[in-house]
């Protein structure tokens, strides 16, 4: 026999760890199943589990929640669900897909549930996904499960979709100024301040700078990029620590444009995390474990923390979110009528809808103010530029 480390689901969908000794690792999950768990991943002692396929394949975020639906569709027309992943294996048309899904329903041919199968390539389907899963299969409702789980996925591809196609325009923008201003302070002002230096005149004061500008840029402007990517480098290494990321993303939340942003937009990501875990039949406490993973800002998935940590010990989530005083009030009276209601999860779920209304007029009224504020800049670079060079004119008309 050999010896088991075991992650599974209890009954009441608490997670729970140990080992135990069996002949393989089929008959250590059976074990599991015996005793009323669910086991999400199982390896022994000393090495892998050995579950075949690409650990380490990841998936965009569009073709998750492709799959998904795809799934969720099979399963509810009645198809077992060893046939519904042969299907989708065999109609995928990335080999890598392909693959995955071919591991996947090995595993599941061998007796693993689908979350323990899911489990064995966490790249690819995060803990939110694996414990949904496991939660439907639980429940008997994977189907409905995958439905709702699915119709997460596709929101957060859709909103992500609308802020990268919002933010392209002005990107490409800001690359024509910036390419437009560094090629005539470095080919073209110095062609045509050159005539002036030998005419003995005293230049004026904004083409003297602009001379300093483009000869700085001329002498140093390759070493530009090196030093803003070292710097950013610099950067990204210091918020690898825990205590100076909180700090700085604190900071963040108290910014009046972009804190409004980052709290808008992971109030909702929780929001719709937490509303499709509860629906999904995960206990609260778990629920809110997982769902404040999903959080980008380091203090305010270390307020969710403390939120979970407080409703373990009996209190409300009302009265957890409102102690934070991070997430906004709406949210929190929205979250105090569902719990008086009995319907949390359905008021989670308007909350987020909410929160992400909120987030995308935010973001259309701040890039309806960012192309002007670009086109007014580009234009008053080139009036610089332009009257940095007719100055010297102007004074050489005078002396005629």
């Known amino acids: 026999m050999a010896t088991y480390h075991y992650t599974a689901l209890d009954r009441g969908g608490a997670e729970q760890r140990g080992a135990l000794e069996a002949d393989s690792s089929r008959q250590a999950r059976q074990q599991l199943r015996d005793q009323g768990l669910i086991p999400l991943h199982i390896a022994a002692q000393g090495r892998d589990s050995g579950r075949p396929g690409p650990r380490r394949l990841r998936l965009r975020s569009g073709e998750l929640a492709l799959l998904t639906r795809q799934l969720a569709t099979l399963l509810k027309s009645g198809l077992p669900l060893e046939q519904a992943l042969l299907a989708m294996s065999r109609q995928a048309e990335s080999p890598r897909q392909r693959q995955l899904l071919s591991a996947v329903r090995t595993q ?8 323990s199968a899911l489990a064995g ?7 939110l996904f694996r414990a949904t899963v496991a939660a439907g299969e639980h429940s008997g409702h994977l189907d409905a499960v995958l439905e709702r789980l699915a119709d997460h996925a596709e929101s957060s591809h859709a909103a992500r979709q609308r802020v990268q196609l919002a933010l392209l325009y002005p990107a490409l923008l800001m690359l024509v100024t910036l390419a437009m201003v560094t090629g005539l302070m470095t080919l073209v002002v110095p062609e045509v301040v050159v005539v002036f230096e030998g005419q003995g005149q005293t230049l004026p004061l ?6 300093a500008l483009s000869a700085g840029l001329v002498r140093w402007g390759l070493w530009l990029l090196p030093l803003l990517g070292l710097a950013g480098w610099l950067a990204r290494r210091a918020l690898q620590r825990p205590e100076r990321a909180l700090g700085w993303h604190r900071r963040l939340l108290g910014l009046p444009v972009v804190g409004r942003l980052s709290r808008g937009a992971n109030s909702a990501r929780y929001a719709a995390t937490l509303s499709t875990l509860t629906r999904s039949g995960v206990p609260l406490v778990e629920a809110m ?17 403390l939120a ?7 209190s409300s989530l009302y009265q957890a979110l409102e102690h934070s005083g991070d997430f906004p009030p709406m949210m929190v009276h929205m979250v105090a009528s569902g719990e008086l209601s009995g319907e949390l999860d359905t008021m989670l779920e308007r909350v987020a ?9 935010l973001v259309a009224t701040g890039l309806g103010l960012f192309e002007p504020i670009i086109l007014l800049v580009m234009g008053g670079a080139v009036l610089l530029i332009v009257l940095a060079i007719l100055l010297p004119i102007f004074g050489l008309n005078q002396m005629i």
């Open 108 to 115: 599941v041919m061998e007796g693993h549930s689908l979350a």
């Open 121 to 127: 390539h966490p790249a690819t389907f995060p803990e």
């Open 206 to 211: 904004l083409t003297r700078g602009l001379m």
């Open 289 to 305: 474990g997982i769902a404040g993973q999903v959080l980008a800002n380091t203090w305010l998935r270390h307020q969710a923390e």
């Open 308 to 314: 979970t940590q407080a409703v373990s010990e009996g």
């Open 353 to 361: 809808a909410h929160q992400q209304r909120e987030f995308d007029a």
